[in-house]
Every structure is written in C-alpha cells, then in structure tokens.
C-alpha cells in the first residue's frame, strides 16, 4: 500500500513552488477525517478584549498590536487554557482570516473524490492518536485558541481537530513530498568570525503556501506559567516554534530533511522546537527533550545558546537521533545531515547527491568565509543573496539561491544580547526589526529597539520584473494543473522570458505549456534551453531530460 500509494503522489507532481501549497492543504484537510477527543480543562474567565486604537487589543496584561512595518505583534502571559483563550480573543480576526485563505486553497487544489480516498485510506490510519504525542500543555492552549476558530468550517471537522492538524500539516506535506521542498538555509558564527565574538545566527525560512497566508505575520512573546518565556515568529493561530529564542538565550529553528512516508502519528516537529524553547536553559538539556520525543519526519534543529557560547545541529529521524557540532567557528544547515549518525544513511547520502541542499550549504560556506568578521549588515546581506557558487546568475527564484524570493521569514538572532531580528515584507527584503527580549520580558511592554535597513533591490526594475514573471508563472501553473484556460500571445511569451531570463524554470514552464497544448516540438526547445541554465538539482535535471524523452516519443 505505501509503494502504491507514494507511486500516486509522483503521478501528480508538478514541480512548480506552489506545490507545497498543494500538498499541505491536501493532506490537512484529510488529517481532519480522524475524530480528536478535546483535552481536559478548568473553566476560566478571562473577559472581553477591549479595542485600544486602530489595530491595538488588548485582554488583561495580554495584548495585541500592529507595528508601522505592517508586523503583528503579540504578548501573552497564563496558564495554558488560558493563554489559548486570551491568544484566540485577541487575534480572532487574524486567526478566521489565516483559516479562509487555507480553505480557499482547499477549495483550488482538492483532487478528484478518487484521489481523495486514496490519500485518506493511507492518513486516517494514523492520525487519530496525535493527541498522544503531543504534551497536554500544547493540547489545552490550542484548544483555546480553537474557542475563536470560525463556525463557518465546521462541515470540516470540529474547531480543534483543525487547529490541531494544521500543527501536523508541515510534517505530513514534507513527508508526502519524499524530500524537502522548503530549502531553509541557517548559519551560526562564534568567535573570530563575529564582529563582536559574540554567537550570530541567521536563517531563511523558505514555507510557502501562497502569498496571502504570508501576508499577516505574527511575533509572539510569550510569558508562561510553566518554563522559560521566549519569542517566535510566524502567524496567527500557530503555537509551534520554526525560529525562535527564550529569555536564557537558547534559540531554535527547524530545517526539513529527506524523510519516507510517516507510518504512525508522532509530535509535529514545530512542536517539538516549541518545547525545546520553552524548557531547555543550554543545549543538553535541548538534546535530552528531543532525544525523549518521537517524530514525523526528518528534521534538523538548529540550536545555539549564550550559556555554552555555541551552536549545534540536532539531527532527528522517525528513528534515530545524531548531534553534530563543528570544528570551527562556522556552522552551517541545509536540508540535509552531517553527524556520524547520519553519514552512511542511504537517504541522506541519496538527498545530498540528488538535491540542491548542497550547492546551497557549499554556497553559504563561500559566503561566510569571504567575510573575516560577521556584523548584522553582512549577516542580512548573505541571507538575501540570490547569487550562485563564484556569483554564478542563478535566475530570480532558484531552488540554488539563498534567497529564493518566497520565504515566509527570516530572522538574524544574538542571543547572548538577547536581540530578535525579524524580517518584516517582501520575504528578507524588507526592513529587519530588532526586538530586545530582556527589556520586553522585564516590562511587559515589547521593545523594538533596532532594525537592519530594507536591501534596494526591493525598489528596483528588476524587482518588478520578477513580480510580473510570478504572475505569469502562477497563470501557467494554474492552467497545467486546473486547466484554467489560457493562451498566451508571442509578445507575452517574449516579455515573460525578458523577465527572468535566466531562470531554467521560465523555460520548463513553457515547455510544459507547449506540451500541454500538443506543441511537443517547440516544448523540447525549451527544456533543451532550460538544460542550458543553472538547473537546481540533478534530480530536477532528469525530470526535464524525461520531459524531453516523452515528448520525443
């Protein structure tokens, strides 16, 4: 059944950066098939949320506010129902309004009712024990925020069982997708290449799921009952932890690895990191949480701290768990394992001779070692770098790039200050936003006491280009997957490349376009001039040299 099943999902794949999109709304909504039993919980008042100014709630000590860069920002202290109660109230709209853009992608990429059964036959199985991986606290503070979910999709499922498998849905996606389709890329400096000695980490968050659900993001400070207050960035309704640092100056993030198919229900990943960065002080205490807990998929943790002055790598399988630190004052992860655990692993062997995790991990070192000393600027520079090995032209939007123009954030972290850098619009484009967490904790009053300016390319022609190649992109795509109709005249061909000239995939979309309208000759042109481009990886090589083949035949 997992053979036929995972020969299905390459049946339907369309390599195109929408297809996470497709996937995590695919497998979340058959994740709510399976019938979850709510958690035990005190009944608690907390009142009403009380409007303060234009976007600015606030519920008790508990508040809410938008910042002039266009960031939602959020403080939030209790005990766990509590917090989910007081989370949910105060960002209700943020949270019904995140649900219908992910229902509307529902609604857009929902397979045929034959695709559908076959998927749930392989989730349902499993998912509905995934309360039991996950720590009761977790349980009663998403079935808090849960309270403020719309009626509207209770069609669907119950309110918690949705929030609780949209925790899962990163997991299960990334799972399906047989290797990572989000090329996050983080690095960690210490001594002699830090401006200041002092421990400097970066990272891109590349999950996209459509550029509405990035358009309302959310930092977070969180003051527990229970653990250590700490901070995370992403959006509205999510309590899992993908980049994030806690008051003793431990930070966290989460980097995908190749996995196979999930076989049982386990803790989603972004929870895990959620309960590293609430519990763990240094870093063996980190590897103690994670050694205790069972995942998913594969993943990688980056973990650095102020007290042990360094960073290591937390590298998990559904199976196996491997710790690796580097020799020298450089550490850098991509998607794919570097400890002695993993390093004759045939799936990490295959992900690293198959995908671009290399070239990007090869192409952060490059970077890293041309700069003697790491400051925030040169930090914020590297991370929006689109260029290849040697400033090779990748393309606007390469899988190979650093910065491929749809990370939903990016954050520079200096944890011994105590200092969260965020990126704010336009991927890591936009303006950094420094957030003290000392003050912010000691005040109870968040504290943006710095920022890393926005990089000019976000102002420039070339910019735009790619914004209107996107468009035409996205109209292709709709029309290869949907059979949207779709014609396109020489002229919007020729400003389409113009666009993005040298990008492989202008040039694989076109071919699929013209395969798809019966134009096999002039398709095979264009997958030979995409052959002629800096293609991702050798895997996405292959795919267009049997593109090439089909249409020969």
């Known amino acids: 059944m997992r053979v036929l099943l995972k020969y299905l999902f390459h049946l339907i794949w369309i390599p195109t950066e929408l297809v996470f999109a497709f996937v995590f709304v695919l497998f979340t909504i058959v994740l709510f098939n399976a019938r979850i ?21 606030v519920l008790g000590n508990s508040y809410l506010k938008k910042n002039k860069f266009g960031v939602w920002e959020m403080y939030l202290e209790g005990e766990p129902y509590e917090r989910g109660l007081i989370y949910g109230k105060l960002a209700k709209e943020l949270i019904q309004e995140q649900e219908d853009i992910f229902v509307a992608q529902i609604n857009r990429f929902l397979p045929n009712k034959l695709w559908r059964h076959a998927i749930k036959l392989m989730v349902g199985f499993f998912n509905s024990d995934l309360p039991e991986n996950i720590p009761l606290e977790n349980q009663q503070e998403i079935y808090g925020i849960s309270q403020s979910f719309s009626d509207r999709y209770n069609y669907i499922a119950s309110k918690y069982t949705r929030i609780l498998n949209y925790h899962a849905a990163h997991d299960i996606g990334h799972a399906l997708n047989d290797y990572s389709v989000v090329g996050c ?5 210490k001594g ?48 899992g932890v993908a980049s994030g640092m806690n008051e003793k100056g431990l930070t966290v993030t989460i980097n995908a690895s190749k996995s196979d198919l999930p076989t049982s229900s386990k803790m989603p990943v972004s929870l895990l990191a959620r309960e590293i960065l609430q519990y763990a002080k240094n870093i063996n205490e980190a590897v103690a949480i994670a050694k205790k807990r069972h995942i998913f998929v594969s993943e990688t943790l980056m973990i650095s701290s102020a007290k042990d002055r360094k960073a290591v790598l937390i590298e998990k399988s559904p199976g196996k768990l491997g710790v690796y630190e580097s020799k020298t004052d450089v550490l850098v992860c991509a998607n794919h394992y570097q400890s002695e655990t993993f ?13 671009d995790s290399k070239y990007r991990f090869d192409r952060m070192n490059q970077l890293l070692k041309k700069s003697n000393a790491l400051n925030l600027s040169v930090a914020a520079s590297i991370l929006r770098n689109q260029n290849g090995w040697n400033n090779d032209t990748l393309g606007m939007g390469n899988p190979c790039a650093l910065n491929q123009l749809l990370a939903h954030h990016s954050v520079i972290m200096q944890p011994e200050s105590r200092l969260y850098f965020i990126s704010s619009s336009d991927f890591q484009l936009g303006t950094y936003l420094g957030y003290d967490l000392k003050k912010t904790f000691q005040t109870k009053h968040i504290q943006l006491v710095d920022s890393i300016p926005h990089d000019p390319f976000v102002n420039s022609v070339s910019y735009q280009k790619f914004k209107d190649f996107k468009t035409v992109k996205q109209q292709i795509t709709a029309y290869l997957m949907f059979d949207q109709a779709l014609s396109l005249s020489k002229q919007q061909i020729a400003v389409f490349i113009s666009n993005n000239s040298e990008l492989y995939i202008t040039y694989e979309q076109l071919g699929k376009y013209f395969q798809k309208k ?12 995409a052959l002629t481009k800096r293609v991702a990886s050798p895997q996405a090589e292959q795919e267009l040299k049997n593109l090439i083949t089909a249409c020969q035949k």
Not at 185 to 189: D, Y
Request: aromatic letters at 14%; charged letters at 25%; zero cysteines.
């Open 37 to 57: 039993a709510t958690p035990e919980v005190s009944s608690v008042e907390i009142g009403e949320r009380k409007q303060v100014g234009k976007d600015s709630y």
């Open 185 to 189: 890329t983080s690095f960690a400096v």
């Open 343 to 355: 390093k004759k692993d045939p799936e990490n062997i295959k992900n690293i001779a198959s995908s």
């Open 518 to 529: 019966g134009n096999k000759k002039r398709a095979v042109l264009y997958y030979q001039k």
């Open 192 to 239: 002699s290449k830090s401006e200041n000695q002092q421990l400097l980490v970066g990272r891109n968050f590349d999950f996209y799921v459509g550029d509405d659900f990035a358009k309302n993001k959310l930092i977070i400070f969180v003051n527990p009952s229970k653990g250590y207050k700490f901070t995370s960035y992403s959006w509205a309704g999510f309590t």
